[in-house]
């Protein structure tokens, strides 16, 4: 019971969250906030003070997550805020394995971004960037970036919250059957 509570109440936060990304580019601090003290409440009342604990524990791994994506520019502030309030629902172990899991969606929707470009004649794309960073690479064994050209595809910023909200909801769907399967979860 207390799984499901937790999960009806993550996922309507975490979807929450991405729509607004997806229309505002933002995620309101308001929302996040909100998101944070939730989790720790619930984790207090259907857990106890073990599970504030966790809790807090997991609002710093969220963070620290997806803190470097934003200090070299990758993800917004938002993002990270809003993984470190997912982490107060999951706790520190769980939200790790959440935050692998979008991070993984966010590649599979960047992937997605760079092959719209073969069919968009509007858009320039970065292959051939791409093709000259690896070809340094191999040729001085040295990884060298090429920011992206004005106006090239990879250059645009796509809403990471959605990339969180399915990494997230998969995370969590593959997590309860894995609970049924040890039997713990009904």
């Not at 971004?113 to 791409?130: D, E, G, H, K, V």
């Not at 040295?142 to 998969?170: C, D």
């Amino acid at each position: 019971m207390n799984y499901l509570i937790f999960s009806v109440a993550i996922v309507f936060f975490l979807w929450s969250a991405a729509i607004w990304d997806v229309i505002q580019r933002r995620i309101p601090n308001a929302l996040v906030f909100a998101g944070a003290i939730l989790g720790s409440m619930l984790q207090l009342v259907l857990v106890g003070i073990d599970g504030l604990l966790d809790a807090l524990m997991g609002f710093g791994v969220g963070l620290v997550i997806l803190l470097p994506g934003y200090l070299i520019g990758y993800t917004g502030a938002g993002d990270a805020k809003l993984m470190a309030a997912i982490g107060t629902f999951l706790g520190p172990q769980n939200i790790f394995l959440a935050a692998m899991s979008s991070i993984a969606v966010g590649g599979v929707v960047a992937l997605g971004y760079a092959a719209s470009s073969l069919f968009n004649q509007t858009s320039i794309s970065p292959w051939s960037r791409y093709g000259l960073m690896f070809k340094t690479w191999v040729t001085t064994g040295r990884p060298i970036y090429i920011a992206p050209a004005e106006g090239e595809v990879m250059g645009r910023k796509f809403p990471f919250a959605v990339s969180i909200a399915i990494g997230t909801t998969l995370f969590l769907a593959w997590d309860s059957q894995l609970l049924t399967l040890a039997g713990l979860a009904k």
